[in-house]
């Protein structure tokens, strides 16, 4: 099992900059090449895709929302995945979510992804 907590969200005005954390923890996190990836969804509005790494950290995707504003990375000392998000904008504003999957791949869909955080919050006024 593999258990996943977000923080780092918070009220922000268009423009700033915030940083995501991602704290993992388990066994299975530990042994197993794991991909880590970033969802959010928007207040009435479906779950989507936001950025996704590699085990190894050197394959990336994201979403062309986020594409040059957003950063995913990791740190697999200390088990802890990042979202630095910059220029946000109000369109930002949703719940992050973090997932994991055991496995060499680089998966953007949700429905590939086994273990899931609660989510923080990220406001961004205009």
């Known amino acids: 099992q593999v258990q996943l907590v977000e923080s780092g969200g918070g009220l922000v005005q268009a423009g700033d900059s915030l940083r995501l954390s991602c704290a993992a923890s388990g066994r299975s996190f530990n042994i197993r090449p794991t991909a880590a990836g970033w969802f959010r969804q928007a207040p009435g509005k479906e779950r989507e895709f936001v950025a996704s790494?590699?085990?190894?950290?050197?394959?990336?995707s994201y979403a062309d929302s986020v594409k040059g504003r957003f950063t995913i990375s990791r740190d697999n000392a200390m088990n802890t995945v990042y979202l630095q998000m910059n220029s946000l904008k109000p369109e930002d504003t949703a719940v992050y979510y973090c997932?994991?999957?055991?496995?060499?791949?680089?998966?953007?869909?949700?429905?590939?992804?086994?273990?899931w955080g609660r989510g923080t919050q990220v406001t961004v006024s205009s």
């Open positions: 790494i590699t085990w190894t950290g050197r394959s990336t």
């Open positions: 997932a994991a999957v055991p496995g060499p791949i680089l998966p953007i869909n949700e429905n590939e992804y086994t273990y």
